[in-house]
């Protein structure tokens, strides 16, 4: 029962144009999300993040968008630049004592220069 | 920025032999730290949570007594794989965070076990 899903497992986006990666949540609880990037042989770097008070937040290049109502998140990158590619992985955390994060499968992204 | 350092990198060994695999944050106090395993083209998984000075919490299906872990600060959590076998041959990555702070990963371990 995968509770964070990400439905497109890559997606190649031409360099200079907009990249956006998909998420959609099944568990109501949870009240945080994160977006990680992960180049191979590596472990996720975290890239940006959104708390469920809030439908957007904006760091440089990297917007999130949260719709609670349809339990859906998006990332946005814009421009897209070579070095962007790799695999996204969204996160959702649930309030609990430890912060449990529940990790999607991930989408590799491929920016074509 | 918080850093994580996790070490070995690569392991390999004989089945049978156990592994230990240490997850250290370096320039911040970790009171909570995760370890996941990661298969090929799959997502992470959580293994386990564990608090500094007590005892880890486990997730369903994985053997507390095959996967053995340590926090015996807050800056050092270490995993041990006990008597392994190729099937637990997996890429192993550990996450380290502070209070009301993101989790900061490792570079992975990859263990093969031959």
């Known amino acids: 029962d995968q509770q964070v899903k990400q439905n497109s497992p890559s997606l190649s986006v031409q360099e200079g144009r907009i990249s956006i990666l998909n998420c959609d949540y099944t568990?109501?609880?949870?009240?945080?999300f994160l977006w990680y990037k992960k180049y191979p042989a590596e472990g996720p770097t975290f890239l940006i993040s959104?708390?469920?008070?809030?439908d957007k937040n904006e760091d440089g290049r990297f917007t999130v968008f949260l719709n609670k109502s349809a339990k859906h998140l998006s990332l946005h990158i814009v421009p897209s630049q070579p070095g962007d590619s790799a695999v996204y992985f969204c996160?959702?955390?649930?309030?609990?004592?430890?912060?449990?994060?529940?990790f999607g499968p991930g989408t590799s992204l491929s920016v074509i220069p | 920025g918080a850093v994580v350092s996790q070490h070995p990198s690569r392991v390999i060994c004989k089945s049978g032999t156990s592994v230990k695999i240490e997850c250290r944050s370096l320039?911040?106090?970790?009171?909570?730290m995760f370890w996941y395993r990661q298969f090929p083209k799959k997502s992470l998984m959580l293994m386990a949570t564990?608090?500094?000075?007590?005892?880890?919490?486990?997730e369903q299906g994985v053997e507390k007594d095959k996967f053995l872990i340590n926090h015996a600060s807050l800056t050092l959590s270490t995993l041990t794989v006990t008597s392994a076998h190729p099937e637990d041959s997996s890429f192993y990555i550990c996450?380290?965070?502070?209070?009301?702070?993101?989790?900061?990963f490792g570079d992975g371990t990859r263990l093969s076990i031959l």
């Open positions: 320039d911040f106090q970790a009171t909570t």
């Open positions: 996160a959702a955390r649930m309030k609990t004592s430890y912060d449990k994060v529940i």
């Open positions: 996450s380290a965070q502070a209070p009301n702070q993101p989790q900061h």
């Open positions: 564990s608090n500094e000075g007590s005892k880890a919490t486990y």
């Open positions: 568990n109501s609880m949870f009240d945080y």
């Open positions: 959104i708390s469920s008070i809030k």
